[in-house]
């Protein structure tokens, strides 16, 4: 009965992602595709923190289980894709709103530091290999851009589980990938523009180089200004429903000018956070997170394809590309050695996951015809090692470095 059931609502998932083109709806695919990724993140994600392994690792093999690759309960779809990009925001909205802009800036000089060697060396790596093993210039560019920025959003969801984001490489961390976006955005940008026209557009590059810092800095700004404004006698139901508007709307501006949404509901939260004191905000806000978060990290395993990682070729590649990957953020550790080897270390570490963003790349380039699939399988491989081993690193690694932790960890 039970199989008959799932295997019901499976097709009615598949039919409603089917219809999505021409304006059907199907509640009951869509709201079984829900249930069913909430309910795998649950149970896995149990297991592994029985196994006192980062519950995200769970959540991604959660979603590989119920996925296309095995099960086949959950589909790649817009409305799917859409709800694990709300994961993504309200997930960094809440790290931002445990997070103050005094404590960023404190480590600022090494966030800059962390995030411009962290992007240069792992871009240098991938560009040189890519001509080394006979992929075209323009293949090796979207490889090495690839590389660059990090996905914040797994080393985040392992700091808040070790209740260790207000410690300051968690904060060098946040920062320097907060300066990564835009500088992937950048080599984007640069790449692109090779790939369409065969030259680099300069003036397209610095408007947005102008607009990316413009964001960042008004953001900054407002931080001081948000303590004097009432915010009791704003026309709003709730300080909580003002706070969401504004996380949502600083995730859609990001997006608008070409930056991850995660960035400006980041950025929210920090200008949000000096209102914590006064307002109750945390609380609901994490219980959103909670909901949403773990959809995030499932859907990118239900959309990894496990079968074009079967290759021989893409396997040795895949494997010596995750190897450039991991050591350019590893390098760029010594900016932070201001803070001990230790903690530099697992800044480092921090910075490993590349995630959706080095898919986005690659999907870019496949979709403009500059990378074939067996040169994007390779991308995929590459996300996938640096987004499971990071979280496989970093908890031992902060217990390492952090005594606390180390105490909290034994009990």
């Not at 980062?54 to 790649?76: F, H, K, M, Q, S």
């Not at 400006?264 to 994490?286: S, T, Y």
């Not at 995030?296 to 590649?317: C, K, P």
């Not at 590459?382 to 034994?410: K, N, Q, Y």
Request: proline share 4%; charged share 15%; glycine share 12%.
């Amino acid at each position: 009965m039970l199989e008959q059931f799932v295997f019901a609502a499976g097709a009615a998932a598949a039919e409603g992602g089917a219809q999505a083109g021409g304006g059907g709806h199907n509640i009951t695919g869509h709201l079984f595709e829900i249930f069913i990724l909430i309910l795998a993140t649950q149970i896995v994600g149990w297991l592994f923190q029985k196994m006192k392994q980062p519950a995200v690792i769970g959540e991604l093999l959660a979603g590989v289980i119920v996925g296309p690759a095995l099960l086949g309960w959950v589909a790649e779809g817009d409305l799917l894709y859409f709800i694990s990009e709300l994961g993504a925001i309200f997930l960094l909205f809440m790290v931002g709103l445990e997070t103050r802009l005094q404590d960023i800036l404190k480590v600022g000089k090494e966030a800059f530091v962390v995030a411009v060697l962290g992007a240069i060396l792992p871009f240098l790596g991938g560009y040189y290999f890519g001509l080394y093993v006979g992929f075209n210039q323009v293949a090796s560019l979207f490889l090495g851009a690839a590389l660059v920025a990090t996905s914040v959003g797994i080393t985040a969801r392992v700091m808040q589980e070790l209740d260790v984001l207000s410690r300051p490489y968690s904060r060098i961390i946040l920062g320097a990938a907060v300066i990564d976006d835009i500088e992937g955005l950048i080599v984007l940008a640069i790449v692109s523009g090779i790939a369409t026209t065969g030259a680099v557009e300069t003036a397209g590059i610095v408007k947005l180089v102008v607009i990316s810092f413009l964001f960042v800095g008004a953001a900054m700004a407002l931080v001081p200004l948000v303590r004097r404004i009432p915010i009791d006698r704003l026309p709003f139901q709730s300080p909580l429903g003002l706070s969401i508007a504004f996380g949502l709307g600083m995730a859609t501006l990001a997006s608008f000018i070409g930056l991850a949404p995660i960035v400006g509901a980041f950025m929210a939260g920090m200008v949000m956070a000096e209102l914590r004191e006064e307002h109750d905000l945390e609380k609901p806000v994490h219980a959103i997170e909670s909901f949403l978060a773990p959809i995030f990290f499932a859907y990118m395993g239900v959309q990894l394809d496990l079968a074009a990682l079967a290759s021989r070729e893409v396997l040795m590649a895949g494997v010596i590309v995750s190897l450039i990957a991991i050591g350019g953020k590893l390098v760029a550790m010594f900016g932070a050695l201001s803070q001990g080897i230790r903690n530099a270390l697992v800044v480092g570490v921090g910075m490993v996951p590349r995630g959706e963003v080095g898919l986005i790349v690659a999907s870019i380039g496949l979709g403009a015809g500059a990378v074939d699939e067996k040169e994007f399988a390779i991308v995929i491989f590459m996300v996938v090692a640096t987004t499971i081993i990071a979280p496989l690193s970093l908890r031992p690694l902060v217990a390492w470095a952090d005594p606390e932790v180390a105490r909290s960890e034994g009990n």
